[in-house]
């Protein structure tokens, strides 16, 4: 399972450590919404791909086991006319259709349809995935801008507030 993203994060250890000026503390607020966000989507990101995955491995059986059972029947069936053809002596004999043969090779071919489009659906994910980290990483990279100006604002209006002597 994947871990949720947590409200009170390094936001709510940031306001317990310095109280910003108003206007910083909107453009924290900000950030956090944004951070939030990216986050939430990087998560629903993943677990898609989880999803992608298990259906790659669905397709890949579906081919698999369509192609096998198939060509089994096929096989079978051809077998079944040669004994047929030779037990007889005539060369008229002609396999009897079944659609067990045509079912699976068709499972097969839906399979090997849906593959490249689930291959593409990884690939994407993948690079959406990478977007937002660099996306959380560069709004960490601001709150932390925030933080620091805010704080060296607050520290500069104190120094002017206090007199020297």
């Known amino acids: 399972m994947?871990?949720?993203?947590?409200?009170?994060g390094p936001s709510g250890q940031a306001k317990a450590e310095a109280q910003l000026p108003a206007d910083y503390q909107y453009r924290l607020?900000?950030?956090?919404?944004?951070?939030?966000?990216?986050r939430l989507i990087r998560d629903g990101l993943k677990r898609g791909l989880l999803w992608s995955y298990a259906s790659v491995v669905f397709d890949s059986s579906l081919v698999?086991?369509?192609?096998?059972?198939?060509?089994?029947?096929?096989r079978i069936a051809d077998a079944q006319t040669s004994f047929l053809r030779g037990l007889t002596v005539?060369?008229?004999?002609?396999?009897?259709?079944t659609p067990i043969p045509l079912l699976s090779m068709?499972?097969?071919m839906l399979g090997v349809f849906c593959l490249p489009v689930d291959l593409a659906?990884?690939?994407?994910?993948?690079?959406?995935?990478l977007l937002q980290e660099r996306a959380i990483e560069n709004g960490n990279l601001i709150r932390q801008d925030i933080i620091c100006e805010g704080t060296k604002g607050v520290?500069?209006?104190?120094a002017a507030e206090v007199p020297i002597q």
Request: hydrophobic share 45%; proline share 4%.
């Open 64 to 74: 698999f086991l369509g192609g096998f059972y198939g060509w089994q029947r096929y």
């Open 155 to 158: 520290a500069a209006s104190l």
């Open 90 to 97: 005539n060369p008229l004999i002609r396999r009897v259709f």
């Open 29 to 38: 607020d900000d950030c956090e919404m944004a951070l939030t966000r990216h």
């Open 106 to 108: 068709l499972v097969a």
């Open 121 to 129: 659906a990884i690939s994407v994910a993948q690079e959406r995935i």
């Open 2 to 8: 994947i871990p949720s993203t947590s409200l009170d």
